[in-house]
């Protein structure tokens, strides 16, 4: 089993910065990715990037891109998001989650942290 533990969110201003962590447990060996989604009230469930563990190469959502940053440290099997310039439309529950396979599907979910941006 694995176990995903978010942190990092709070209350933000509109251009600020919040940085979120997610430290994995468990069967670690078997990480393939991470990534980060976030749920804004109201909608869906949203991808919103994801790193390989091997290698880190990364990929973002349109939305994000150029303010986000995913990273992650594989000797602490933590994965960080840096988020810059935030907007209120960034306010959400965001929710780490890993793969284990090189399918791109996701077998693990954190129990989210809420950020929230004010105007």
């Known amino acids: 089993q694995v176990q995903l533990v978010e942190s990092g969110g709070g209350l933000v201003q509109a251009g600020g910065s919040l940085r979120l962590s997610c430290a994995a447990s468990?069967?670690?060996?078997?990480?393939?990715?991470m990534g980060w989604f976030r749920q804004a009230p109201g909608k869906e469930r949203e991808f919103v990037a994801r790193?390989?563990?091997?290698?880190?190469?990364?990929y973002y959502v349109d939305s994000v891109k150029g303010r986000f940053t995913i990273s992650k440290d594989n000797a602490k099997n933590t994965v960080y998001l840096q988020m810059n310039s935030l907007k209120p439309e960034d306010t959400a529950v965001y929710y780490c989650?890993?793969?284990?396979?090189?399918?791109?599907?996701?077998?693990?979910w954190g129990q989210g942290t809420q950020v929230t941006v004010s105007s």
């Open positions: 468990g069967r670690t060996f078997s990480i393939y990715r």
């Open positions: 790193i390989r563990w091997s290698g880190g190469s990364t």
């Open positions: 989650a890993q793969s284990i396979s090189t399918r791109l599907t996701w077998d693990y």
